[in-house]
């Protein structure tokens, strides 16, 4: 097969991160003979600094020709610590989503048996649990009028939602369900929220088409106690932006390190893979980023063409860096020998590139090679 793939890198730690995923797929190219090409594209404060625009026009025309989209994360602590500013780097993405038609986000959160220990939750708690998470990203609060009074000492954000808008996200995660363990639960605010009644009524219906996959309903205070509690009742997590923008990033302590969690958004025509962390300026430049979370975007990446095998090739390796402790140090912690944001990308590299061998050598990894033997 042959991918052409917009890659942005973002800001902060993006770029090093995307590098180790664009790691992964070379290697699945090779291994499977596929060609992947490489557009690059810039996108959040650097592309404010260059231009003044955080999404500039070449970046959009990029990834309209692009069959998909690699991206990093974007994000200055500058644009954060002022609320005055008129440009802010997460405008970029907000108007990317609008301009691609991207209008579902999807998150799997997996317990990650060699990380359990990482997580504040206990082990009886999460062992075991396999969540995805759909959530709905065209419209809501985020994308609804706002309006601050002249004054300065009011304001109000609109949030709203037609039954198209909750229909195809809806048939995406019940499909989705169908593969899984056949449960859908959707997370709302239906007993204060006029848009949280029409979600559930629009569901409600639209479950009759899929017999096989169990409904269930769960207003989204519960479900934020719920999946600290007892995350392994869930299965696919359906819900709308803001609802599904806290949920997921609380899922994060699951699998012990948000570094971990991948996602992809989605239309009809394209789709974006990305890890849902921040730009973490603190290491930037400093080669100790997590890369799993853009790895496994990656595979979710070629899982969305098809290509499965090449996808549990990454997982797999992923897998085995976790077994052998060849991860950073936001998994390993700072009074063990971490591997660099580099070393990481580049086992599962070389794993990906030698699945039939088994023995790996450690002192070779440890100095910095990480080569199988």
């Not at 070379?26 to 499977?32: F, H, L, N, T, W």
């Not at 929220?193 to 009759?208: D, F």
């Not at 869930?234 to 932006?241: A, G, K, Q, S, W």
């Amino acid at each position: 097969m042959k991918l052409t793939i917009a890659v942005i890198p973002g800001d902060g730690i993006g770029p090093e991160v995307t590098a180790q995923a664009k790691k992964a797929l070379d290697a699945v190219a090779e291994v499977y003979d596929h060609i992947f090409l490489y557009k690059e594209a810039q996108m959040g404060a650097c592309a404010i600094e260059a231009t003044g625009n955080p999404l500039p026009d070449k970046t959009i025309e990029i990834c309209k020709k692009a069959d998909a989209i690699l991206f990093g994360a974007i994000g200055e602590l500058k644009y954060d610590n002022d609320p005055s500013a008129k440009v802010w780097p997460e405008q970029g993405l907000f108007q990317l989503r609008k301009e691609l038609g991207l209008f579902c986000n999807i998150r799997p959160v997996k317990a990650y048996e060699k990380l359990i220990k990482n997580s504040p939750l206990k082990r009886e708690v999460i062992e075991g649990t396999d969540i995805v998470i759909y959530r709905e990203l065209s419209g809501g609060i985020y994308f609804d009028t706002k309006e601050l009074s002249e004054d300065g000492l009011s304001a109000f954000d609109v949030c709203s939602y037609t039954v198209d808008q909750i229909s195809r996200v809806t048939h995406l995660a019940f499909k989705a369900a169908q593969k899984r363990k056949k449960k859908v639960t959707l997370v709302d605010k239906a007993n204060v929220l006029e848009t949280s009644r029409l979600w559930r009524k629009t569901v409600t219906e639209i479950a009759k088409e899929y017999a096989n996959v169990k409904l269930d309903f769960m207003f989204v205070d519960n479900a934020a106690l719920q999946i600290v509690l007892n995350p392994k009742q869930f299965d696919v997590i359906l819900t709308e932006n803001l609802f599904g923008d806290i949920i997921s990033d609380e899922a994060s302590v699951i699998c012990g390190s948000i570094g971990l969690l991948a996602s992809s958004s989605v239309g009809e025509k394209t789709a974006m893979f990305e890890p849902i962390h921040g730009t973490y300026p603190q290491a930037k430049g400093k080669d100790i980023a997590n890369p799993l979370g853009s790895i496994l975007s990656a595979a979710m990446l070629l899982e969305h063409f098809g290509l499965q095998e090449e996808a549990d090739a990454i997982k797999r390796a992923l897998e085995k860096s976790l077994t052998l402790g060849i991860t950073t140090e936001d998994i390993k912690g700072k009074n063990q020998y971490s591997a660099s944001t580099s070393k990481v990308g580049g086992f599962i590299a070389d794993y990906i590139l030698n699945q039939e061998d088994s023995n790996m050598n450690f002192m070779n990894i440890h100095a910095g090679q990480s080569t199988i033997i």
